[in-house]
């Protein structure tokens, strides 16, 4: 069963506006990653958030982390064409940090 | 630094018969994962190894699949025989011992019919 819920499903954006995807889960986790996949390629890891961080920024990536509504945000600034994609969310848990992948939100962005 | 290594890329086969898949991790990586992503939804584990042992295959569909990874680098996974439902991408990932990060190759399209 996939425990990674994302919301939006599909997001489409102007391009160098902002995306925000979100995540559900209902576990307790040790990590939550978000991966971007484009077309018909493999996944990409982008960022990576342990269950005792609060907020974590790479690049124009922000990802927060709310243990307690057990929900995780991506934020994308200033978007670019080439950030069009689909973005997971996986939950590690466990001893030994099995992933757990939601569907998936479709990102695209208009130039 | 080379990433995952899968190949075929893409397979097209009838039903009932034979495939395989190989993949390569990336150098040192004793972690090994094999995915299937069916379309529109994410990936779904079928079997980790650690070195050469499978230490997590509850996934697998055990009657049709089998999997192996001799000397604990490159990998096999095989479908057989394969059925309509087995279409999907197949994706390998690894991931070293000292990170949560798994890193992943571009995936096998099989198609059956």
């Known amino acids: 069963s996939q425990q990674g819920e994302e919301d939006p499903q599909a997001l489409s954006i102007q391009e160098g506006e902002n995306a925000t995807m979100n995540c559900s889960y209902k576990?307790?986790?040790?990590?939550l990653q978000w991966y971007r996949q484009n077309s018909g390629r493999g996944l990409v890891h982008l960022i990576l958030?342990?269950?005792?961080?609060r907020e974590k920024h790479s690049g124009r990536l922000r990802v927060t982390l709310d243990t307690s509504k057990k929900s995780s945000s991506l934020l994308i600034t200033a978007s670019r064409a080439a950030d069009t994609a689909s973005y997971f969310c996986?939950?590690?848990?466990?001893?030994?940090?099995?992933?757990?992948f939601g569907k998936g939100i479709t990102l695209s962005v208009r130039p | 630094e080379a990433g995952v290594v899968q190949s075929p890329r893409y397979k097209i086969i009838e039903k009932k018969q034979p495939v395989a898949f190989w993949c390569n991790p990336i150098?040192?990586?004793?972690?090994l994962y094999w995915y299937r992503q069916n379309l529109g939804q994410g990936p779904e584990l079928l079997i980790r190894?650690?070195?050469?042992?499978?230490?997590?295959d509850s996934q697998l569909p055990k009657d049709r699949f089998s999997a192996e990874r001799l000397k604990g680098v490159d990998s096999t996974l095989k479908i057989q025989p394969a059925e309509l439902g087995d279409s999907a991408v197949y994706l390998c990932?690894?991931?070293?011992?000292?990170?949560?990060?798994?890193?992943f190759g571009p995936g096998t399209r099989l198609t059956v019919l």
């Open positions: 990932a690894s991931r070293h011992r000292d990170t949560d990060t798994q890193y």
């Open positions: 576990t307790s986790i040790n990590n």
């Open positions: 958030i342990r269950s005792n961080e």
């Open positions: 996986a939950k590690a848990e466990g001893a030994n940090s099995k992933l757990t």
């Open positions: 150098s040192g990586h004793n972690t």
């Open positions: 190894y650690e070195n050469e042992e499978a230490v997590d």
